[in-house]
């Protein structure tokens, strides 16, 4: 079979950069030079969608290799072929390595492009667009083609000083806001992002890779977390209880920390900044965000709408960067508390510089969630969510499955896994028909291919092979197609070391007992699921696996925003989780009032030296 892919060329979509850049859409960028009109970069048509011609040529076998009883089969990949120069950049650039002493961060290789060619991200300090004074930037490219799509500016310490300055100066006049006053705020940022919705996704798309209707669900679960911060006032709510001794009253309320930081990663641009600052300013505080310096677009665009949406100058400030702001912030003493996601790495270097310097710190890190499936399981929907959660975001979610654990064995399944996995769409993100997109950036894909090999040089066997999947028009683009290693044991790198790809682990136990314990020796307790027809098996399971998330018979039990989303073990440091209940209680500290207004006896009062208790002496 041929991998085919789309002959013919329609007319130009509307330009996706117009979308994301247009300085008349996007005040967040600023103009890539004085020559630059509204005719290069045109307003877009967002329900537009590239092309894909039923005229199809055959290119050769490129699909994914399988390997199955010793035979070999690609499966085909139909993926659409855009228009030269229809993002409305530059359709060539060479692609050069990064020159020697690129900050930290900046990716191994970035296409050569003309300074004057490229707009440059704002920041957002008090309320203000500004361009930032660094000589210090960094690429932000599109996963697909490498084409840079800004230039990110690396904040200078001065500014970085200037937004929290922005952020500490609105704290007293913030916290002093009504809060059904500061809900509203809320209600109107979660109508303007329901407004922009196709917007949003369309960043998310062009500077991440997913596809856009996974960008909608990342823009969308995001959203979820807004409209619960309008419900603020039942979650803020203290406690009061009266004449705890004569004429005593004791009450507690829940008061504003000052000024809040987060931390994001690269994985879901508009999802987790809304994780952050929602919740944080509902409660009082006011924030500086540092999005992900690979896919800034979408958190500076939630910016603009919360302006919008009526937050005042200085509640919520941007700053753009790398190590340097990372470490400002978790020394910086006006900072009270920091939220962060991301790498292992990472996460344990902030909790602990961070924490040294007294802060509150809550940092989602790293993951290996397993699934268990019995063999009672549905084997279409087990099948159909392993697939979906293994594969999605091209396996860029810290809650992929990523791993699965058949209990008696997984040779029954993997033919079932295989025809699915197979029949996966790789392709650019804005392609309809696409299932998964590119990953990140080329170190990812060398990262991913690299722990590939080591699970088959470690005896893995190699059942679906996506390593050398191409696609057409985007052969520069950082793709990996499904890729399935059987017979995984632990111990092997590639069980032991989080992949990020598209690729699924599949091992086996002998028991459900067996299972269990399997998942629990790894030390890492983000999420977890078991496909069983059996409610007895399925509440053992709940009871006795040590992971904070747990789905049965559903693959990805990310909590909607009533409660907290609750990674355990090496996936989270901290003691208090993101959003819901534990969210409002990381962003709020708890204030005790003990009241004694008693009725003036006229009798002369007496100094008592003993500890004061409710019982009368």
Same mark, same amino acid.
């Given at each position: 079979m041929f991998l085919r892919?789309?002959?013919?060329?329609?007319?130009?979509? @509307?330009?996706?950069?117009?979308?994301?850049? @247009?300085?008349?859409?996007?005040?967040?960028?600023?103009? &890539?030079?004085? $020559?630059?009109?509204?005719?290069?970069l045109p307003t877009p048509t967002v329900a537009c969608r590239p092309p894909i011609s039923e005229d199809h040529v055959a290119v050769g076998s490129r699909g994914y290799h399988s390997v199955n009883a010793g035979r070999a089969s690609t499966f085909p990949v139909k993926v659409p072929r855009q228009p030269a120069g229809w993002r409305g950049f530059s359709a060539s650039a060479s692609v050069?390595?990064?020159?020697?002493?690129?900050?930290?961060?900046a990716p191994s290789a970035a296409p050569a492009a003309s300074e004057g060619d490229v707009p440059r991200v704002k920041l957002l300090i008090g309320g203000e667009l500004v361009e930032s004074r660094s000589d210090h930037h960094v690429p932000v490219i599109n996963p697909a083609t490498q084409e840079v799509l800004a230039h990110l500016p690396l904040a200078t310490?001065?500014?970085?000083?200037?937004?929290?300055?922005?952020?500490?100066?609105?704290?007293?006049?913030?916290?002093?806001?009504?809060?059904?006053?500061?809900?509203?705020?809320?209600?109107k940022l979660q109508a303007l992002i329901r407004r922009d919705m196709d917007r949003l996704a369309l960043s998310?798309?062009?500077?991440?890779?997913?596809?856009?209707?996974?960008?909608?669900?990342?823009?969308?679960?995001?959203?979820?977390?807004?409209?619960?911060?309008?419900?603020?006032?039942?979650?803020?709510?203290?406690?009061?209880?009266?004449?705890?001794?004569?004429?005593?009253?004791?009450?507690?309320?829940?008061?504003?920390?000052?000024?809040?930081?987060?931390?994001?990663?690269?994985?879901?641009?508009?999802?987790? &900044?809304?994780?952050?600052f929602p919740f944080a300013v509902t409660a009082g505080n006011t924030f500086v965000l540092k999005p992900s310096e690979k896919d800034p677009g979408a958190a500076m665009m939630l910016a603009e709408l919360a302006?919008?949406?009526?937050?005042?100058?200085?509640?919520?400030?941007?700053?753009?960067?790398?190590?340097?702001?990372?470490?400002?912030?978790?020394?910086?003493?006006?900072?009270?508390?920091? $939220?962060?996601?991301?790498?292992?790495? @990472?996460?344990r270097h902030i909790y602990a510089r961070a924490a040294a310097h007294g802060k509150r710190v809550q940092c989602n890190m790293g993951a290996k969630n397993h699934a268990v499936v019995l063999p009672d399981a549905d084997p279409q929907s087990a099948v159909n969510a392993l697939v979906g959660a293994a594969f999605g975001a091209a396996g860029q979610r810290c809650m992929a499955i990523s791993t699965a654990? *058949?209990?008696?064995? $997984?040779?029954? =399944?993997?033919?079932?896994?295989?025809?699915?996995?197979?029949?996966?769409?790789?392709?650019?993100?804005?392609?309809?028909?696409?299932?998964?997109?590119?990953?990140? $950036?080329?170190?990812?894909?060398?990262?991913?291919?690299?722990?590939?090999?080591?699970?088959?040089?470690?005896?893995?066997?190699?059942?679906?092979?996506?390593?050398?999947?191409?696609?057409?028009?985007?052969?520069?683009?950082? *793709?990996?197609?499904?890729t399935i290693l059987a017979d995984v044991r632990e111990g092997m790198e590639c069980h032991r070391e989080e992949i990020f790809g598209p690729v699924l682990l599949l091992m086996s136990a002998d028991s459900l007992d067996d299972a269990i314990a399997l998942v629990n020796r790894n030390p890492y307790g983000n999420g977890t699921a078991i496909f069983t027809s059996s409610g007895a098996a399925?509440?053992?399971?709940?009871?006795?696996?040590?992971?904070?998330?747990?789905?049965?018979?559903? &693959?990805?039990?990310?909590?909607?925003?009533f409660f907290s989303f609750?990674?355990?073990?090496?996936?989270?440091?901290?003691?208090?989780? *993101? #959003?819901?209940?534990?969210?409002?209680?990381? #962003?709020?500290?708890? +204030?005790?009032?003990?009241?004694? =207004? +008693?009725?003036?006896?006229?009798?002369?009062?007496?100094?008592?030296?003993?500890?004061p208790t409710s019982q009368k002496v």
């Open positions: 892919v789309a002959a013919k060329r329609q007319a130009h979509c @509307a330009p996706l950069a117009g979308a994301i850049f @247009a300085p008349q859409l996007s005040g967040f960028l600023s103009a &890539p030079s004085a $020559s630059t009109t509204a005719a290069a050069a390595p990064s020159p020697t002493g690129s900050p930290a961060g310490r001065d500014e970085f000083s200037a937004a929290v300055r922005a952020a500490a100066d609105a704290f007293p006049a913030w916290r002093a806001t009504p809060l059904p006053v500061r809900a509203r705020v809320m209600l998310v798309t062009t500077e991440q890779g997913k596809t856009l209707a996974d960008a909608r669900g990342d823009v969308f679960r995001g959203l979820e977390v807004v409209e619960q911060a309008c419900a603020m006032g039942t979650m803020q709510m203290g406690e009061l209880l009266e004449n705890v001794s004569a004429g005593v009253d004791t009450y507690s309320m829940r008061q504003p920390l000052g000024v809040c930081a987060g931390i994001c990663p690269f994985n879901f641009p508009a999802m987790i &900044p809304l994780w952050m302006l919008e949406a009526g937050l005042p100058p200085g509640v919520l400030n941007v700053v753009h960067g790398t190590h340097d702001v990372v470490n400002w912030m978790c020394d910086e003493p006006e900072i009270r508390a920091i $939220s962060f996601v991301g790498s292992d790495k @990472a996460g654990v *058949f209990v008696g064995g $997984s040779e029954q =399944w993997e033919p079932l896994l295989l025809e699915a996995a197979s029949r996966l769409h790789v392709s650019v993100g804005t392609d309809p028909a696409a299932d998964l997109g590119p990953v990140i $950036s080329r170190d990812a894909k060398a990262r991913i291919h690299a722990l590939v090999d080591s699970g088959v040089k470690d005896g893995a066997r190699l059942l679906l092979d996506g390593r050398n999947v191409q696609v057409p028009g985007y052969e520069s683009g950082n *793709f990996v197609g499904p399925a509440r053992k399971f709940q009871n006795e696996i040590d992971v904070g998330q747990v789905g049965i018979n559903l &693959p990805i039990p990310v909590p909607l925003p609750t990674g355990s073990r090496a996936s989270f440091a901290g003691d208090l989780n *993101f #959003y819901g209940k534990a969210g409002v209680q990381f #962003y709020t500290y708890t +204030k005790t009032v003990t009241a004694a =207004w +008693k009725e003036p006896s006229g009798a002369a009062s007496k100094v008592s030296m003993a500890f």
